[in-house]
């Protein structure tokens, strides 16, 4: 029944296409992806980029005001104990989102896995050449 359907598809999406003969039924509208992001300048700069009106011109995109907050806004907290399910190290990786430093697996084993496999090699290669690194923040 598979090997059929997957066979005949193709087919037909295009007759399906060729039925509709230029009428849109709506299926195929193009609509716009939320943007849902965590550093406000890149949400100003996607909403410059992708929300522009279409007789913008080159000059007036220059013009454009961008507005400057006074203050930046503060990262929330890390709490001083970390709980057994989160990843020390990755709390402490500025590079990281933070949800991701603030990820708590759902067990302490799966979290000790995880620590494993990501971060015990370059542990044991600093430790062999004689640092101590802590990048807790």
């Not at 029944?1 to 296409?17: A, D, N, S």
Request: charged residues 35%; contains cysteine; negative net charge.
């Amino acid at each position: 029944m598979l090997k059929y359907y997957f066979y005949h598809r193709p087919t037909w999406e295009v007759e399906r296409q060729l039925a509709k003969d230029g009428q849109d039924d709506g299926d195929d509208a193009y609509t716009a992806p939320a943007i849902d992001l965590h550093i406000p300048e890149r949400t100003r700069l996607a909403e410059l980029l992708c929300q522009q009106p279409d007789n913008l011109s080159f000059d007036d995109f220059t013009g454009i005001p961008i507005p400057v907050k006074e203050e930046s806004p503060e990262p929330e907290g890390f709490p001083l104990l970390v709980e057994k399910t989160q990843c020390p190290r990755c709390i402490g990786d500025e590079a990281m989102s933070v949800e991701e430093r603030n990820f708590s697996y759902c067990r302490p084993a799966v979290m000790n896995d995880h620590f494993d496999r990501e971060h015990l090699d370059t542990m044991k290669k600093t430790e062999r050449d004689g640092f101590v690194v802590c990048e807790r923040p």
